[in-house]
């Protein structure tokens, strides 16, 4: 079954094969040398004052984020599930909490922000994704994020990038907290989360919130390459091991461009053989569909075709189906899955089968060589 859900995603064997060797003490030497690599290349991918990892899935560091950097009012924008679960996160902790609330396709926009910022002047930080993975969109983060330090200077500006980070450049100019998940762009099992923080954030910290999830405990550690209490050994094995190959493959740069292509390919074969794309600012991390037949075509994705794909949640359950994009995906695999799209749709008896799909595919992703083989 070739899985193509936007998390967890696959874990490529090299990874898997480095975690494959017997538990390593978090006390030692060894370890240390570990954790000081997997930090020098984690400074790269982030390009923020300091980073953090967390023996937790994504959610923890979401909420080490907004219980260590919110001290009064957390506006949240809330175009889907993760969005949602910022403000339900802040009201957990006792925080106030503003959200801004859109359909699942349709991302914040600046003006909303500026308008509640202004009218609350409680908010001392907002807590945004830059991909929803809930409907596959992309909130236009950096200028919401320039804009809410124009209104407030000293706002923290908490982006999750879940789906992001690893999958797309990211200007952390105006961000002081960028979250990441292992089992997502960093092809890895789930468990492990990072933050990235700046030193602004670090300023606002002090000496932190709460106990597990206590950043200012961890920073002290973590800037002496151990850990406040037991690290995530294996993972953070299998992390290094995911960095030193996008270095290796390339660098980070190479696996932005491939991953956009991918995505602005797989969207348009989609289109072209009819179908809708959901958001209406695609994320490069997925592509979503919305169809009324959502439900069908992903089970004959799976009977037929051996591709697992993600459905949609609450509302949207039955009505999107979403394609990841993020790791060391190869267009091979993609070609494969939108060709068993148009297949479906053949079996469905909504379009005659005619190549379309994977023909559209080929020629968006490899236009630069057969542009220049004319
Ligand atoms: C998956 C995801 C999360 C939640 O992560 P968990 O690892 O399930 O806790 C948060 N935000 C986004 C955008 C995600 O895609």
């Not at 910022?86 to 500026?114: C, H, M, Q, R």
């Not at 991918?262 to 958001?279: M, V």
């Not at 591709?307 to 190869?330: P, S, T, Y």
């Not at 939108?338 to 595919?361: I, P, Q, W, Y």
Request: glycine letters at 8%; hydrophobic letters at 40%; one cysteine or more.
């Amino acid at each position: 079954m070739l899985l193509f859900t936007p998390g967890p995603t696959p874990v490529p064997e090299f990874a898997r094969v480095s975690m494959s060797e017997e538990t390593m003490h978090h006390r030692t030497a060894e370890f240390e040398a570990v954790f000081s690599d997997t930090r020098e290349l984690l400074f790269k991918l982030f390009a923020t004052d300091e980073v953090i990892m967390l023996a937790s899935t994504g959610t923890g560091a979401m909420e080490a984020a907004v219980t260590n950097l919110c001290h009064d009012t957390l506006l949240s924008i809330n175009s889907g599930k993760f969005g949602e679960r910022f403000g339900k996160i802040a009201k957990a902790s006792g925080l106030a909490n503003v959200e801004i609330k859109n359909e699942w396709d349709t991302p914040a926009s600046v003006e909303d922000v500026t308008k509640a910022l202004r009218a609350n002047t409680k908010i001392d930080a907002i807590a945004i994704q830059i991909s929803e993975s809930a409907g596959g969109l992309r909130h236009n983060v950096e200028e919401i994020a320039a804009v809410a330090k124009e209104i407030n200077p000293d706002i923290m500006v908490i982006a999750d990038g879940i789906t992001a980070v690893g999958v797309e450049r990211i200007d952390v100019a105006n961000i002081d907290c960028l979250i990441a998940g292992s089992q997502k762009a960093l092809m890895l099992p789930p468990g492990l989360s990072i933050l990235g923080l700046s030193s602004k954030a670090i300023e606002k910290i002090g000496e932190g919130k709460g106990y597990y999830l206590n950043l200012a405990s961890e920073i002290k550690k973590q800037s002496q390459n151990t850990t406040a209490y037991t690290a995530a050994t294996t993972l953070i094995i299998g992390l290094r091991s995911v960095l030193q190959k996008i270095e290796n493959d390339g660098g980070l740069g190479k696996l932005y461009c491939d991953t956009a292509r991918r995505a602005k390919a797989t969207r348009f074969a989609l289109e072209a053989i009819g179908l809708h794309s959901y958001p209406s600012v695609p994320a490069r991390s997925m592509t979503t569909i919305d169809d009324e037949d959502a439900s069908k075509i992903r089970n004959i994705l799976k009977s037929d075709f051996s591709v697992n794909v993600a459905g949609g949640q609450d509302h949207l359950k039955g009505k999107i189906f979403r394609i990841n994009q993020m790791g060391f995906l190869e267009p091979y695999e993609l070609a494969w899955v939108v060709n068993a799209v148009e297949l479906s749709l053949a079996k469905l008896g909504r379009r005659e089968f005619d190549g379309t799909a994977s023909r559209m595919f080929n020629e968006e992703y490899f236009k630069s060589m057969l542009g220049s083989a004319k």
